[in-house]
Nanobody, 126 residues
């Protein structure tokens, strides 16, 4: 079993920055992927970014390229999402997720991730 705990959300003005963290505990392999998704009120959950633990290869949704950066600290089993130039439309509940990999590379698919955190709220005011 794997547990994921997010932190770092909050209220920020447009143009500001936040860094989200997600700590994983429990039984994890060295080949997993960790991703961030978000869900705004009244909208479906959407993929934001993902990172491959073993070599830090990253994947991003088009709407965050150049603004968000995903990174990881393997010693701490933690993944980070640095969010810069935040916009009001970035307001959402942000979820961390973990995939053991395999089953083909489907980093944008929610069903590819087996474990989820409880979410952390990010609110960007205009």
């Amino acid at each position: 079993q794997v547990q994921l705990v997010e932190s770092g959300g909050g209220l920020v003005q447009a143009g500001g920055s936040l860094r989200l963290s997600c700590a994983a505990s429990g039984r994890t392999s060295s080949h997993y992927y960790m991703g961030w998704f978000r869900q705004a009120p009244g909208k479906e959950r959407e993929f934001v970014a993902s990172i491959r633990r073993i070599d830090a290869y990253t994947y991003y949704a088009d709407f965050v390229k150049g603004r968000f950066t995903i990174s990881r600290d393997n010693a701490k089993n933690t993944v980070y999402l640095q969010m810069n130039s935040l916009k009001p439309e970035d307001t959402a509940l942000y979820y961390c997720a973990l995939s053991p990999g395999g089953r083909g590379l489907q980093y944008e698919a929610q069903g590819w991730y087996d474990y989820w955190g409880q979410g952390t709220q990010v609110t960007v005011s205009s």
